[in-house]
Structures are given as structure tokens and as C-alpha cells.
Nanobody, 124 residues
Framework: VQLQASGGGLVQAGGSLRLSCAAS????????LGWFRQAPGKEREIVAA????????AYADSARGRFTLSRDSAKNMVFLQMNSLNPEDTAVYYC??????????????????WGKGTLVTVSS
């Protein structure tokens, strides 16, 4: 399984970005896809996760109400729409996957596959 994240960039506070994660090399019907982020000097943390089948989503408190996950099943892509960005959202964002949904979706150690990150910088 390969994951490729894209869509990062520089945005002013209050702005929006949409990150994309292209998945390949597997059948993702039962997979869980997660977005994580890691700011300089901080641990990697969950942003949001999606159960591929049915599209069930879950959000970290920091993301709920501002970020939205969606998917294009035909293209095996997952999107993270980020609105009302603030400087605290500055981080490298990673998409990750595991072969099934888990109640421990917040934990990075639960995910088997990782893509290279995409940098999001929010200026004040």
C-alpha cells in the first residue's frame, strides 16, 4: 500500500487548504484512513480518521468543526478540508492507513502504512 499526501502550502490565518491523500496498491474497502500532523518539537497527533466503508469519520477536538474529511472511492482518494486555520495548525501533515477500523483510531501506532508528509504553514 502506498499513500501520497499533497496540498500543503502557506496560508494566512483564517484561510483554508484542502489536503489530498492518494492511496494505491490495495483494496481499501475495510480500511481506516487517518490524517496526523507533527509540529516542530512536538509528537505526532491525530487530526481525523475515516472508515473507508461507509465513510464514518472521527475528529480530534482540535479539528472538529473546522476540518472535514471526504473521499472519492472511485479514485481511492481521501481529502481533508481545513477551514479557519490558525498558526497552531502549522505542521507536517501525514496520511496513514490500516486494514480495518479501530476504536483506537487516535493512536499513530495503530496505523501500518504511512505516506510522506505535506507541510502546512499558517501565518499570523
Amino acid at each position: 500500500v502506498q499513500l501520497q499526501a499533497s496540498g500543503g502550502g502557506l496560508v494566512q490565518a483564517g484561510g483554508s487548504l484542502r489536503l489530498s491523500c492518494a492511496a494505491s496498491g490495495g483494496t481499501f474497502t475495510n480500511y481506516a484512513l487517518g490524517w496526523f500532523r507533527q509540529a516542530p518539537g512536538k509528537e505526532r497527533e491525530i487530526v481525523a480518521a475515516m472508515r473507508w466503508s461507509g465513510g464514518r469519520t472521527a475528529y480530534a477536538d482540535s479539528a472538529r468543526g473546522r476540518f472535514t474529511l471526504s473521499r472519492d472511492s472511485a479514485k481511492n482518494m481521501v481529502f481533508l478540508q481545513m477551514n479557519s486555520l490558525n498558526p497552531e495548525d502549522t505542521a507536517v501533515y501525514y496520511c496513514a492507513a490500516r486494514s480495518s477500523w479501530t476504536t483506537n483510531w487516535r493512536s499513530a501506532s495503530e496505523y501500518t502504512y504511512w505516506g510522506k508528509g505535506t507541510l502546512v504553514t499558517v501565518s499570523s
